[in-house]
């Protein structure tokens, strides 16, 4: 049974860790009135192509959640891994949520989105301590620590350099890097 939630897992953080995030790129090129100098990419999911964006982050959302409890199963019940995976976890259900409550939500919407930017980077902090025996899995910790300079140091940054780039930027930046690492992690989940 453990090995095949490890699979179950593994597929879904593949799954998880590109198709949405094809489709939330897709998104960006289709929306016309979304600007990678202004906008948070939320911004698209209140807009003409919103439904693809939401689908998206809400597939990835899902699928993260599975991802996690096929990943408790291959590193084992240890304590940083429990709180490492439901720190990720968590991060994913607010990335799920984000596409159900979108910015016309006001401040649910913050709070869902701010629970993915800061819990999954966290959780993979915490991963990355955990005493399994993969480099990988301990390189969660230089990949939690990157994506929070993404999400945080970015935009302060971009401010204090006075350039013209949005929250978008470093909302995708920080998705791509736990995305790569979720995509090679499930791999070896899967061998």
């Given amino acids: 049974m453990d090995l095949k939630l490890i699979r179950l897992g593994a597929i879904a953080g593949l799954i998880g860790s590109t198709l949405p995030l094809a489709l939330v790129l897709t998104s960006t090129f289709l929306e016309k009135t979304f600007s990678w100098s ?11 192509y919103g439904w693809l964006f939401n689908s998206a982050v809400l597939l990835s959302g899902l699928l993260g959640l599975i991802f996690v409890i096929g990943l408790l199963k291959y590193l084992g ?3 940083l891994a429990i709180v490492g995976t439901a720190l990720f976890g968590l991060g994913n259900l607010g990335l799920a949520l984000v596409g159900v409550f979108t910015e016309h939500a006001g401040m649910t ?3 869902v989105a701010l629970m993915y930017f800061l819990l999954t980077p966290l959780g993979a902090v915490c991963l990355g301590l955990t005493k399994k025996d993969h480099r990988f899995v301990r390189i969660g910790l230089l990949i939690g620590v990157a994506a929070l300079l993404a999400i945080i140091g970015l935009p302060i940054a971009f401010s204090a350099l006075n350039l013209q780039v949005g929250f978008s930027v470093p909302e995708f930046l920080e998705a791509l890097v736990l995305s790569v690492w979720v995509f090679v992690l499930s ?3 899967i061998k």
């Fill in 38 to 48: 202004r906008d948070p990419l939320s911004d698209i999911g209140v807009s003409s």
């Fill in 77 to 79: 019940k240890t304590h």
């Fill in 109 to 111: 919407h913050a709070f």
């Fill in 187 to 189: 791999l070896r989940m």
